[in-house]
């Protein structure tokens, strides 16, 4: 007998074991670090975040910035070797390297940059 059968016999989980993605659900339960309960961050999965990735960033003037031309290159401040940064909505959350998606650009996160959710 499979867990679904047992935890679907049993009274105090028909409900939750008859439901569609309820281990799902489980598994979005964010626990509170004082031990209250949690509750499901469900409703925070559709809501729309900018992802960037930026491969480095240079400072001038408006002098420098007038004087570009096509063919310019311009030299910025992360080296060849260096992780890209990936930033969520203006803050720095991955750092990844760069890599070929057929014929687009992509990103391979290698760390992700996190802080405790809960301070």
Do not use: C, W
Not at 46 to 74: K, Q
């Amino acid at each position: 007998m499979n867990d679904m059968t047992q935890n679907s016999q049993s009274p105090g989980n028909s409900m939750s074991a008859s439901m569609p993605g309820a281990e799902q659900v489980a598994a979005n339960k964010v626990a509170h670090p004082d031990g209250r309960p949690g509750r499901s961050i469900d409703f925070l999965m559709d809501i729309p975040l900018e992802l960037t990735v930026e491969i480095g960033r240079r400072s001038m003037t408006m002098g420098e910035l007038i004087e570009l031309t096509p063919g310019t290159v311009v030299e910025l401040d992360h080296g060849s070797e260096e992780n890209l940064d990936i930033v969520v909505n203006g803050k720095l959350v991955a750092r990844g390297e760069a890599v070929m998606v057929g014929e687009r650009y992509g990103v391979r996160v290698m760390e992700i940059i996190g802080e405790d959710p809960f301070k």
